[in-house]
């Protein structure tokens, strides 16, 4: 009984606090200089370099030193396409690269309401490419990797490198928003995500734009476009507002017949991954994520379909 006792004390006093600053009443340039606070926690990962570069125009961030045989992964960060940045997602990407082995180019693309859709996927799709113009990067060895908003700009940039002839090696998702006009919202506490900070950041990524395309929401492509997508590892929280959604997404990625391995983690809470350095479901997804990773760049048999 104890330890549930502050299991859910744990999650209230996180959420309450996490509400009361991340909502449509909270000026963006505060809710963005809290979120990039988390890149100046000592949560880093050891021994992980980091190198500033541009790619397709865009500031990018290396965590690691180059992989000798082409792999990589590009990881798009999350903060509802609002907020976000290189900084707030230092410890992500480093403990990431940590347990991949290879290096994470970390994506700045351009936040709403400044620059709405389709700013943030035209600059994923832009320093992915970009990134493939590089010696020694192999396309096959490519892994793209989100969490939240980041999720849902990889499977965009997925989608889009389709059109290319490019097929990366697999996608790591975590918490994906791959539906941010979606408004039926389970109304139970979630410790990380306030529903109408959602609905407003969603509204501003929007824009002027229908919110129809699968562009913006892919979750909605059609499944003969989610069956050119190559291995997916999907992880969620088990009381995060948005697992209906991501239960949807599982179940769209199998009806396209997606080698699909989806994990639901208890007190991850929605794209946990980012506190892995102290919170120990996080740090058991990352590693599951890390393990993934070298299993499909090893050319061993794929993860079994979950």
Known sequence: MLPEIWRQWRKYHIGMTSHMLFNPFTPLLMQRALINSFGHMPWLAADVAEHNLQLGAR?????GSPAADGAAVVFFHGGGFTTGSLTSHRPLCSHLAKVCGIPVYSIDYRLAPEHPYPAAADDCEAATLALLQQPGIAADKLILAGDSAGGNLALVTALRLHRHNI???????????????DTELPWRFDPILNPYWGMASARAYRGDSNGNSSDFAPINADLA?????PPVLLQADDDEILL????RLAERLRAAGVNLT??????????GQIVAAIHPPAAAALAECG???QEVLAASPLPEAA
């Open 262 to 271: 989806y994990q639901v983690y208890r007190d991850l809470w929605h794209a």
């Open 225 to 229: 476009d989610l069956a050119c997508l």
């Open 59 to 63: 500031p990018a961030r290396r965590f």
């Open 167 to 181: 097929r990366p090696a697999a996608l790591v998702l975590m918490s994906p928003w791959s539906d941010p006009v």
């Open 244 to 247: 209906p959604q991501l239960e």
């Open 291 to 293: 393990r993934y990773v």
